[in-house]
């Protein structure tokens, strides 16, 4: 009997420590599985922000990539107020904020330092139109985005009841975010060629924004956000097929003009 009594609590102790393993396990996956989807949005950029910061050369950036993606993460931050969703995709917009500001201030400092004929300053508060985003200064970028989130939180206190209203904050934002890589597809399109353009960054973006899409499912997500990654995984396969389409028909050309110079 006594003997039967310690196989027992051996056998539970083995039990508990396989379920205190397993859980561990488990904990240290989730984890990571978190720490991808805040992060994942941002890795891509880091490359560019290396890049500029190592040539002193801005032009090669567009700072309305990062008007676009301020736009649509102050949206989807002001979208959890009004819908509760999952605090890692609350914490990922703001991280994406904080980075894209982090490029407009390098680009700005940048230009400033290696321009060389001297040109009127051009900032937020002079109220012109023509010179939107296009600014000399950082403290412009930063008021912009201030003024800019302070009316969208009026307007969602003035209509914070509304359902439609605030769903509408939502479908907006990721819409923006989601359509983030038809400017590229219409270039590539209007040239009949890829040239210039990473396959590798392409190809990042498609990893990432699958696993975003099935983060999403699989963390039942607001529709919003699962229409956006599938949206976004839509526009990376369209480019991923111009890379091979007008690839495959420059290598015909090359082979083409090669054999008649012969």
Known sequence: MARLLIMEAESDDASMRLAVHTFSLDSIMESFFVLCMVLGGVVPYVPQYLE???????????????????????LRVLFWFGKRYEIPLLVQSI?????????????????????????????????????????????????????FSLVCAFLLLLFSEETIFIEGIGL???????????????????????????RQMVIMWFCGDAFKTYYFISREAPY????????????????????FWYGSRWREKLKKGSEESQ
């Not at 500029?52 to 102050?74: D, H, P, Q």
């Not at 201030?105 to 939107?132: G, H, M, N, P, Q």
């Not at 907006?172 to 990473?198: D, Y």
């Not at 919003?224 to 890379?243: R, S, W």
Request: contains cysteine; proline residues 1%.
């Open 52 to 74: 500029i910061r190592k040539t002193e050369n801005a032009e090669g950036f567009s700072l309305y990539v990062c008007l676009t993606l301020l736009v649509a993460n102050v």
């Open 95 to 147: 991280v994406m904020i904080i980075a894209m500001m982090a490029m407009i201030y390098l680009c700005v400092s940048i230009k400033k330092k290696t321009t060389i004929l001297k040109t009127r300053e051009r900032v937020f508060t002079d109220f012109d139109a023509r010179f939107f985003w296009c600014w000399t200064d950082f403290q412009s970028y930063a008021e912009c985005l201030l003024a």
């Open 172 to 198: 907006i934002s990721l819409s923006i975010e989601a359509l983030l890589a038809v400017p590229q597809f219409h270039r590539n399109f209007c040239t009949k060629s890829t040239f210039g353009m990473s």
């Open 224 to 243: 919003q956000f699962v229409i956006c990654g599938v949206l976004q995984i839509c526009m990376d396969l369209a480019i991923l097929g111009q890379i």
